[in-house]
């Protein structure tokens, strides 16, 4: 009789060890979020350089490392791509902003945390791409309009931290307003003139100079701790007063 054969036992597959998680796999959102990620930003670098007039969307779709296809997909025209490329950035700089703002609040120099809030956004990329496209909407009412637009939602919330942050010290809303605007005034004048004539010694030594005055002038102005003030009746002084002449009758 022919020999038995033993059947063969497909091998086992390898464990995996124990506590490796699995990669979770990338959805078609995860990797289409992905793709429109890399197209602001590609978008964007090529606003920083070439400006809104010199930006194509076919040297953004290279950068981004995409077809034009695709980026047609996502953004049907170069308007809509520039806009969505500048909130991109703005909210960037509005996240730090408030951040920045609120952790004024329990700081000792206020003047001087919003002066490096200010400059950290008016001498950016983020200003200097807002002001191009402000600038080359003058001809472009659609354009003009969608920069204003993105500068106002992503800049004026983070006036109002400020604006709030400066009342707290006691100030009237309208004094507070009036700080605030000179201060944004004053770096963002330095920040358009840094564009053509770059000095940062010269800027640095004229924002130190700004917080000294406003640091002082804010302290001056903040009212009297409740603690330093007399709590009750004052205790009587043992030395009698010294006699007042007599008011004269006013004449007639």
Not at 95 to 114: C, F, I, T, V
Not at 190 to 202: E, N
């Amino acid at each position: 009789m022919p020999a038995k054969q033993t059947p063969e036992i497909p091998a086992a597959a390898p464990r995996k060890p124990r506590g490796t998680a699995q990669k979770p796999r990338r959805t078609q959102a995860m990797r289409s979020d992905e793709t429109r990620g890399r197209i602001l930003d590609a978008a964007f670098a090529v606003l920083k350089e070439r400006g809104f007039a010199g930006l194509t969307t076919p040297e953004v779709a290279q950068r981004a490392g995409v077809s034009r296809g695709a980026l047609v997909h996502h953004f049907p025209s170069k308007l809509e791509l520039v806009a969505a490329a500048m909130e991109h950035v703005f909210g960037i700089a509005l996240a730090d902003g408030l951040r920045l703002a609120e952790s004024a609040r329990h700081s000792g120099n206020p003047a001087e945390a919003l002066l490096k809030d200010t400059q950290a956004f008016y001498f950016s990329d983020c200003f200097a791409v807002g002001l191009d496209m402000l600038l080359a909407g003058g001809k472009d009412p659609a354009l003009k309009d969608t920069a204003v637009a993105v500068v106002h939602n992503y800049r004026r919330p983070v006036e109002r931290q400020w604006l709030a942050v400066i009342e707290e010290l006691g100030l009237s809303p309208e004094l507070s307003e009036d700080l605030l605007l000179l201060t944004v005034s004053l770096v963002r004048g330095l920040g358009v003139r840094h564009l053509w004539a770059p000095d940062p010694a010269q800027v640095q030594r004229l924002l130190r100079l700004w917080v000294e005055i406003l640091g002082s002038y804010l302290a001056h102005r903040q009212p009297t701790s409740r603690a330093a003030q007399p709590c009750g009746p004052s205790e009587p002084s043992a030395t009698p007063p010294e006699p007042q002449p007599a008011r004269r009758p006013p004449a007639v």
